[in-house]
């Protein structure tokens, strides 16, 4: 089973940036797409972002749009999440997550291998 770390944690003021990784333990061959979600406290996880296995297809959610950018190093099986103009409203416990299908989805259930999640913290 495909181990999925993620490193990244920060504190960060208000419209500032900050890049999270999911290092995966193994090389998965095959198509699978990689998302990332959060969950600030007393809300349920949501989808912020997925990339297809070729790099090629990646969905968004809208409050992130402009401001997130989801990319992937397939030679070093790696996925990032580059997040700028942060606002508070983006503190939560972010987590990478591995779908084995080759179409991104936003729900959470599909998706089969989760990291153990990294904080970010944005303070206004």
């Known amino acids: 089973q495909v181990q999925l770390v993620e490193s990244g944690v920060g504190l960060v003021q208000a419209g500032g940036s900050l890049r999270l990784s999911c290092a995966a333990s193994?090389?998965?061959?095959?198509?699978?797409?990689m998302g990332w979600f959060r969950q600030a406290p007393g809300k349920e996880r949501e989808f912020v972002a997925a990339?297809?296995?070729?790099?090629?297809?990646?969905d968004y959610a809208d409050f992130v749009k402009g401001r997130f950018t989801i990319s992937r190093d397939k030679a070093k099986n790696t996925v990032y999440l580059q997040m700028n103009s942060l606002k508070p409203e983006d503190t939560a416990v972010y987590y990478c997550?591995?779908?084995?299908?080759?179409?991104?989805?936003?729900?959470?259930?599909?998706?089969?291998?989760w990291g153990q999640g990294t904080q970010v913290t944005v303070s206004s």
């Open positions: 990339i297809s296995w070729s790099g090629s297809n990646t």
């Open positions: 193994a090389r998965t061959f095959g198509n699978h797409v």
């Open positions: 997550a591995r779908r084995y299908y080759s179409d991104t989805s936003l729900q959470p259930g599909e998706y089969a291998v």
